[in-house]
């Protein structure tokens, strides 16, 4: 069916390390990918996004890696720090013809001092 | 900001009320979601408008009722709400089918049913 599941729920790191988020989904022939970030209180917000043709592609600070044979995607944030706190969901988009994107229950980040 | 705004941020409602969310986008996109977030829980979709039209009801109560009058706006009309409705409701926008598929989301109305 149509998932997306995190591996941890929860990931605590100390400032400054490097982190990564991981994310399973279950179908193949989804065609993007976002990472989202909820900060308490907020509305998820855009962090990266990947479509199924790449495998990797990074922004400022972050970088999206996508296994297709494996059906993984990991959030890789460098030199963390504690504005990063925060939940993050990966999203898939299944290509149904629909707009609609599935989420993940979502990875907690705690970035301690 | 994202460019989706939604009032109000925060609502308490008794279950014989009736109570409407509202939501504004300013990007000029072309579908409009409606999601409810609850604790320890993924994100689930309620409704997907498309250029006004509802194109997605995810076997949500009818104590729910959306409404679309333009591209910009989208509202939520709730009625006879029952405790566990408590929770999050986030308003989303995108470009649609044609368009990059990233959904903006407000900041979400937090629910209270008591």
């Known amino acids: 069916g149509e998932s997306v599941g995190l591996h941890l729920p929860t990931l605590s790191v100390q400032e400054g390390d490097n982190s990564i988020i991981n994310c399973a989904y279950s179908?193949?022939?989804?065609?993007?990918f976002i990472w989202y970030k909820q900060e308490s209180g907020k509305g998820p917000q855009f962090i990266i996004d990947?479509?199924?043709?790449?495998d990797k592609r990074q922004g400022q600070r972050v970088t999206v890696l996508l296994n297709k044979t494996v059906k993984h995607l990991s959030l890789q944030i460098a030199a963390t720090q504690p504005g990063d706190s925060a939940v993050y969901f990966c999203?898939?988009?299944?290509?149904?013809?629909?707009?609609?994107?599935?989420f993940g229950k979502g990875t907690k980040l705690t970035v301690n001092p | 900001e994202t460019g989706v705004t939604q009032t109000p941020r925060h609502l308490v409602m008794g279950m014989t009320n009736k109570k409407s969310l509202k939501c504004e986008q300013h990007?000029?996109?072309?579908?409009m979601y409606w999601y409810k977030q609850s604790a320890k829980k993924p994100l689930e979709l309620m409704f997907v408008?498309?250029?006004?039209?509802?194109?997605e009801n995810n076997s949500v109560p009818s104590r729910f009722s959306p409404e679309c009058p333009n591209s910009s706006h989208l509202f939520l009309h709730l009625h006879t709400l029952q405790p566990e409705d408590s929770a999050l409701y986030l308003c989303?926008?995108?470009?649609?089918?044609?368009?990059?598929?990233?959904?903006?989301f407000g900041q979400g109305t937090r629910l209270t049913v008591v």
């Open positions: 989303a926008s995108s470009q649609g089918f044609r368009g990059r598929p990233e959904a903006f």
């Open positions: 990007l000029g996109h072309n579908a």
């Open positions: 179908n193949s022939a989804s065609d993007y």
């Open positions: 999203a898939e988009k299944p290509p149904s013809g629909s707009e609609k994107l599935v």
């Open positions: 990947i479509r199924s043709n790449m």
């Open positions: 408008y498309s250029l006004e039209e509802r194109v």
